[in-house]
């Protein structure tokens, strides 16, 4: 079974930074693909970045250059590290687990994120 527990969120003015922290539950963190989608009101969920457990990564076109995935495997622990940020950004982020080994895919409870001045 697996835990992702989210933190980090809260309210920042247009242009200004925050991280998010995703705490991973698990037994093998290194065979999970980590993630972290995010879902507007209105929306729908929407993938913003992914990492291998290689370190590999990739991006939502909206947040080339204006964020950084990263995951750590001694704390079992994966980030999203948000600058720049817009209006738009406006979400529920939510961090993700997708097995490599098998169909295991598990989604955290979510960390609102409001950009508003």
């Known amino acids: 079974q697996v835990e992702l527990v989210e933190s980090g969120g809260g309210l920042v003015q247009p242009g200004g930074s925050l991280t998010l922290t995703c705490a991973a539950y698990?037994?093998?963190?290194?065979?999970?693909?980590m993630g972290w989608y995010r879902q507007a009101p209105g929306k729908q969920r929407e993938l913003v970045a992914l990492?291998?457990?290689?370190?590999?990564?990739n991006y939502a076109d909206s947040v080339k250059g204006r964020f950084t995935i990263s995951r750590d495997h001694a704390k079992s622990a994966v980030y999203l590290q948000m600058s720049s940020l817009e209006p738009d950004d406006t979400a529920v982020y939510y961090c993700?687990?997708?097995?490599?080994?098998?169909?295991?895919?598990?989604w955290g409870q979510g960390t609102q994120v409001t950009v508003s001045s």
């Open positions: 990492v291998s457990p290689g370190g590999g990564t």
């Open positions: 993700n687990a997708n097995s490599v080994r098998s169909r295991e895919n598990y």
């Open positions: 698990v037994s093998i963190f290194s065979i999970y693909v």
